[in-house]
C-alpha cells in the first residue's frame, strides 16, 4: 500500500492523564463517583491514510509503530495480535468501500498509568468516525472507547480516562450512574495554569503497570462492600478538595489532596503504593514536594505525578536525585494540553 499515494490523510491526537484523584471511584462497582484528572502532552498520535478501493487487495492495514509491527487485519476480525485497535476498527464500521492504513505512536511510555491505551483508542475512533456517516461528539468516543475495552473486550475499565482524552485540560467527572457522567473543565487565568503546569512532575518507575491478583482482589472486595463504603467515600472526597484548591490557585491544599489520594489507594491494599514509588515518594518529600500521587489504579510498575514547591532548581535537584536513585526512573516531560481531541484531514492532489 505505501508505494501509493493516499487520496487523503486524517489527522488526530488526543492527550494523556495524569494526576486522578478520585479514582477508583469511576468504575462499575462504584456506582458514582468524583474525580479530578488533568489532560497533558505527549499526546497519542493517529494517521490515517484513505486510499481508492482498487489500490489493495486488503481493506485496513495497522502500522503499530511503537511496536514496529505493520500487518493487514484479519478480514473475520479475530482481534488477534493488538485487540484494542482491532475492535476499535470492528465498533466504528467504517464503510466497506474504503482501504485505509492507520499508523497509531505515542511518546508516552506503554505501561505507565497516564491512560494512554484510552488516548490511543479515542484518537483511532475519532479518526475513523471522519470515514462514517454523521459525526460523534467528544463525549460519545469517550463512551465508545470505553465500550472497547469493557463490552468488546471484557476488561475492567473506569470512565475518566477516556473522557480526560476527549475533552483535555483540568477536569472535575461526576458519575452519577456509571457510565454516565458529566464533565466540568476547570477553567483558571493563565498565570495558575502556567504556576501548575511548571510545578508538574511525572516520574515513570521504569516498568509497564499491568493489572494484577492484588486489582482482582481489591475490585472483589469493593464490589462487596458497595458504593458508598468508607474507602470509596474517601476517595471521591479527594476530587472537590482538589478542584477547590484550583480555582483558589492554592497549591499546598492541591498537594493534599493528592497525598491523602495516595494514602486511600493504600488503605485498599499497601500494594497499591509499590516500593519503587515510596521510594520517589521520599525523595520528593526532600526535596519540598507538596503532593505525589499514584497515577490510576496503582500498584506495580506505572507512574507519579509530583507537585513541587514553588523553586524551580529545587525542582531540577529533586529530578536529578530521582534519576540517580534508579536508572529505570525517568521524568518524562509534560505540557498541559488546553485541548482534548483533535481531528483534522489534508487532501491530497
Not at 189 to 197: D, K, R, S
Not at 227 to 233: E, T
Not at 310 to 335: G, H, T, V
Request: hydrophobic fraction near 40%.
Amino acid at each position: 500500500m505505501t508505494q501509493h499515494t493516499p487520496k487523503w490523510i486524517v489527522n488526530s491526537v488526543a492527550p494523556i492523564r495524569i494526576c486522578d484523584n478520585g479514582g477508583w471511584t469511576d468504575t462499575w462497582f462504584a456506582g458514582h463517583g468524583r474525580i479530578f484528572n488533568i489532560g497533558v502532552y505527549p499526546y497519542a498520535e493517529v494517521q490515517l491514510a484513505v486510499y481508492e478501493e482498487n489500490v489493495h487487495e486488503r481493506r485496513v492495514v495497522i502500522n503499530a509503530e511503537n511496536f514496529g509491527e505493520r500487518y493487514v487485519v484479519n478480514p473475520e476480525m479475530r482481534w488477534d495480535r493488538h485487540p484494542l485497535l482491532e475492535a476499535a476498527i470492528e465498533y466504528v464500521r467504517v464503510p466497506k468501500n474504503y482501504f485505509f492504513e492507520v499508523t497509531i505512536y505515542s511518546e508516552a511510555p506503554s505501561g505507565a498509568s497516564t491512560g494512554t491505551s484510552a488516548a490511543v483508542t479515542v484518537a483511532l475512533i475519532g479518526a475513523l468516525d471522519t470515514l462514517s456517516p454523521g459525526r460523534m461528539t467528544p463525549h460519545e468516543v469517550a463512551l465508545a472507547a470505553q465500550k472497547v475495552e469493557t463490552e468488546m473486550l471484557g476488561q475492567q475499565c473506569g470512565i475518566q480516562d477516556q473522557l480526560c482524552s476527549a475533552y483535555g485540560g483540568i477536569n472535575y467527572i461526576e458519575m452519577y450512574q456509571y457510565p454516565y457522567a458529566s464533565v466540568s473543565q476547570i477553567q483558571v487565568p493563565n498565570a495558575i495554569w502556567w504556576e501548575l503546569e511548571r510545578r508538574l512532575a511525572l516520574i515513570y518507575l521504569g516498568k509497564s503497570h499491568s493489572s494484577s491478583d492484588v486489582h482482582g482482589m481489591v475490585i472483589r472486595g469493593l464490589e462487596n462492600a458497595g458504593p458508598d463504603c468508607p474507602q470509596l467515600v474517601a476517595l471521591r472526597s479527594t476530587a472537590p478538595r482538589s478542584r477547590d484548591a484550583l480555582y483558589n490557585g492554592d497549591f499546598v491544599e492541591l498537594g493534599k489532596a493528592m497525598v491523602e489520594n495516595t494514602r486511600a489507594q493504600q488503605d485498599l491494599h499497601p500494594a497499591l503504593v509499590s516500593a519503587e514509588a515510596a521510594q520517589v515518594i521520599e525523595i520528593a518529600k526532600a526535596h519540598g514536594a507538596l503532593g505525589w500521587k499514584v497515577n490510576g489504579a496503582g500498584g506495580d510498575g506505572g507512574s507519579l505525578t509530583l507537585l513541587c514547591g514553588d523553586n524551580s532548581q529545587q525542582k531540577r535537584a529533586m529530578l536529578r536525585a530521582i534519576e540517580q536513585e534508579n536508572a529505570l526512573f525517568k521524568s518524562i516531560p509534560i505540557y498541559l494540553s488546553r485541548y482534548g481531541l483533535r481531528v483534522w484531514k489534508t487532501s491530497r492532489t
